[in-house]
């Protein structure tokens, strides 16, 4: 089990971007795959970007270009960085962790540990 501390997130308007952190403890934190989740408003929790162990990335469609996630494997941190934020970004942002042997997916299960979640809101 994994133990993430989140930090960033707040209120801005469209186009605007914003930063999320996230911090990792853990015996084994490092070798984790990492993970951001959103929940909008009345809709499911899904995931949005995932990242291996080697740092390689993936995207849901909804955030792709505009959103980029990052790992420090040596400070056990993760990052989102959001730019050209839109009204349908407005969600609360989690990072997650999975101890599976293969990263990259973008299914809930994979991910049982999240942090505590952050509101990030974009106004028209």
């Known amino acids: 089990q994994v133990q993430l501390v989140q930090s960033g997130g707040g209120s801005v308007q469209a186009g605007g971007s914003l930063k999320l952190s996230c911090a990792a403890s853990?015996?084994?934190?490092?070798?984790?795959?990492m993970a951001w989740l959103r929940q909008s408003p009345g809709k499911e929790r899904e995931v949005i970007a995932t990242?291996?162990?080697?740092?390689?990335?993936g995207y849901a469609d909804s955030v792709k270009g505009r959103f980029t996630i990052s790992r420090d494997k040596a400070a056990n941190t993760l990052a989102l960085q959001m730019n050209s934020l839109q009204p349908e970004d407005t969600a609360i942002y989690y990072c997650?962790?999975?101890?599976?042997?293969?990263?990259?997916?973008?299914?809930?299960?994979?991910?049982?540990?999240w942090g505590q979640g952050t509101q990030v809101t974009v106004s028209s």
């Open positions: 997650a962790a999975s101890p599976r042997f293969k990263c990259g997916g973008f299914s809930l299960s994979d991910y049982p540990d």
């Open positions: 990242v291996n162990r080697a740092g390689g990335t």
């Open positions: 853990g015996a084994t934190a490092s070798s984790f795959c």
